[in-house]
């Protein structure tokens, strides 16, 4: 009988928590060891280009949470993405003959250092890093996601952004041919979003490249998106194609299809509701039917890290 090592066995191999905790203690482990060679040079983010690969030489992070993640069935399989289809199975049925690569992102706008990148040369001088962080959608359920991702501030600090760079403006390929959904006008295609010079230098936010020691499933948005944890969900662009730094506030895909429903911060907040729901309460995706709904915190949790972005704004008027 063929016995797999931990290290052996791929996430997506395995559905329950508490084996995927005893393979992140195991990882966890790992780069301690892999710590104690300090005069090693760093890596670099090397992503191999099939979705689900394993990722190599990701370091933990202090900014990741304790609560127990979601399976990998729940994260890869329980999606929002319009561009695979609106409803929440479609993205991982519709998005499998998706092909991230070759992939080119565009920076432009207001910055020393602009152009456009293959995606691997684009991800290379930053350190990949396991963040595992609770996320909240928009539509009341939340789970916890141990993404991999480079840190968002390294990147912009290395394009050099000008004095008249205020924001971040980010776009998703707009290809109808590969993204059937876009076929359908339910957005004003490519979905774009947006955050503020300072939102996206704040340490949490992050582009990940990976889901549970994987390379991203294209339903996640492969090879490359968006996460900024104290944000609802549809903040967290995937398939991003163009980062632009701007002056003015860019317009953003729900902003622009429901403004009085979605605004630009986005910021999770228990106590402005939604117009049609509260936002007080959320549903844990896999939790048993007969759990009762958690209070949503405010900032999802992160207030000690990103409500100072916030001082003197009107939350309730700038949602
Ligand atoms: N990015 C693009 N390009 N298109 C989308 O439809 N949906 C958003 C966001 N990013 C979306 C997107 C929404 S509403 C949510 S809740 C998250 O992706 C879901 O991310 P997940 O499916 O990886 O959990």
Request: proline share 9%; hydrophobic share 40%; glycine share 8%.
């Given at each position: 009988?063929?016995?797999k090592?931990?290290?052996d066995?791929?996430?997506s ?8 905790f ?12 892999g710590?104690?060679?300090i ?11 099939g979705?689900g ?24 399989t ?6 695979f289809?609106?409803?929440?199975a479609d ?6 003959d998706?092909e ?20 691997e040369?684009?991800i ?13 959608c ?5 789970m ?18 000008t ?7 980010f ?6 041919v ?5 076929s359908?006008?339910v957005?004003?295609?490519?979905y774009?979003?947006?955050l503020?010079i300072?939102?996206?230098?704040n ?22 998106r968006?996460?900024v944890?104290w ?7 995937k398939?991003i ?11 953003t895909s ?6 009085r ?12 509701d939604h117009?049609?729901?509260?936002q ?9 039917v ?9 900032f ?8 100072h ?11």
């Open positions: 009988m063929l016995i090592k931990p290290a066995i791929r996430p191999e395995i559905t329950s928590e508490s084996n995927y005893s393979r992140r203690n195991f990882m966890r482990a790992g780069s301690i060891v710590a104690a060679a005069a090693a040079p760093a890596l670099g983010a090397i992503v191999p280009a979705s690969e394993k990722l190599e030489g990701i370091r933990p992070s202090r900014l990741s949470t304790d609560e127990l993640p979601n399976t990998y069935e729940d994260v890869t329980y999606n929002n993405y319009y561009e289809g609106t409803g929440k993205p991982f049925r519709n998005a499998q998706f991230p690569r070759p992939w080119t992102i565009t920076v432009d706008g207001h910055a020393e250092k602009t152009g456009s990148f293959l995606f040369d684009f290379k001088p930053f350190d990949l890093e396991e963040r595992i962080y609770r996320m909240r928009v539509e009341a359920w939340s916890v996601i141990p993404w991999v991702g480079i840190s968002l501030a390294e990147v912009i600090k290395s394009f050099k952004p004095s008249r760079a205020k924001y971040v403006a776009e998703t390929l707009h290809d109808p590969r993204m059937p959904g876009q359908r006008r957005l004003d295609w490519p774009r979003e947006g503020t300072a939102e996206a230098t340490p949490l936010a992050i582009l990940a490249v990976g889901v549970f020691g994987e390379a991203l499933p294209n339903q996640n948005g492969a090879p490359i968006l996460v944890p944000k609802y969900g549809f903040k967290g662009i398939g194609v163009r980062m632009r730094f701007v002056e003015r506030q860019p317009k729900w902003e622009m299809a429901a403004p429903e979605y605004g630009f911060y986005a910021n999770v907040n228990p106590n402005v117009p049609r729901w509260s007080a309460r959320e549903r844990r995706i896999g939790a048993s007969f759990a009762s709904k958690q209070p949503t915190q405010m999802n949790g992160y207030a000690e890290h990103v409500a972005l916030y001082d003197g704004l009107k939350l309730r008027r700038h949602y």
